[in-house]
């Protein structure tokens, strides 16, 4: 049997680290730094592939450590990951 690979929260715990990482950057960064990644949710996980959420997701952990707020994302329990 093919073990499962992770690529990204779940759409619902995906949406709450967004919404974090959001009101991070609307309380403590300098609106020149661009907002972050928008997750793939709703219609965009739909019509996304694996690969897609995969490189969002990697996108969106590399916005969060260079902007010093990687201590937002919380350690997911394996409901709240998807697996491909």
């Not at 300098?30 to 709703?42: A, C, F, R």
Request: aromatic letters at 14%; charged letters at 25%.
């Amino acid at each position: 049997m093919e073990s499962l690979s992770y690529i990204s929260p779940n759409p619902k715990s995906w949406h709450k680290i967004h919404g974090l990482l959001t009101q991070f950057w609307e309380e403590k960064l300098n609106k020149t730094v661009p907002k972050p990644p928008v997750p793939l949710i709703l219609n965009g996980w739909v019509f996304s592939s694996d690969f897609e959420k995969k490189n969002r997701w990697l996108e969106t952990l590399k916005w969060a450590e260079e902007n010093n707020c990687s201590h937002l994302i919380p350690q997911l329990s394996e409901e709240d990951k998807y697996f491909g």
